[in-house]
């Protein structure tokens, strides 16, 4: 059983950056593709940022482009979102999930291609 955890979360002003941290254990991380998603209150979830496990490949959502790092370190069997610039809009629930990719390069971007999921951490953003 993998169990991820995530962490980083909090309350920041509108311009300000953030750094979300998420733990992974159970299984061997190296080989797991991970994505962070967030849902907003009255939204559908919706996927942020995706990076496979040799963390060659990486998929940003069009309104996080630019702000928005995804990053992982295999080592340590950690993968962070480094969230700069935010804004209002940003505010949600942020999930890191995790599954298991026979390809070093591949990432998901559906939630249905996930089997692993944290808790969730609060973002609030203020203006």
């Known amino acids: 059983q993998v169990q991820v955890v995530e962490s980083g979360g909090g309350l920041v002003q509108a311009g300000g950056s953030l750094r979300l941290s998420c733990a992974a254990s159970?299984?061997?991380?190296?080989?797991?593709?991970t994505g962070w998603f967030r849902q907003a209150p009255g939204k559908e979830r919706e996927v942020v940022a995706a990076i496979g496990w040799s963390g060659a490949n990486i998929f940003g959502a069009d309104s996080v482009k630019g702000r928005f790092t995804i990053s992982r370190d295999n080592a340590k069997n950690m993968v962070y979102l480094q969230m700069d610039n935010l804004k209002p809009d940003d505010t949600a629930v942020y999930y890191c999930?995790?599954?298991?990719?026979?390809?070093?390069?591949?990432?998901?971007?559906?939630?249905?291609?996930?089997?692993?999921w944290g808790q969730g951490t609060q973002v609030t953003v203020i203006s």
């Open positions: 159970g299984r061997p991380f190296s080989t797991m593709a």
């Open positions: 999930a995790a599954q298991y990719s026979y390809s070093s390069t591949y990432y998901y971007v559906l939630e249905e291609d996930y089997d692993y």
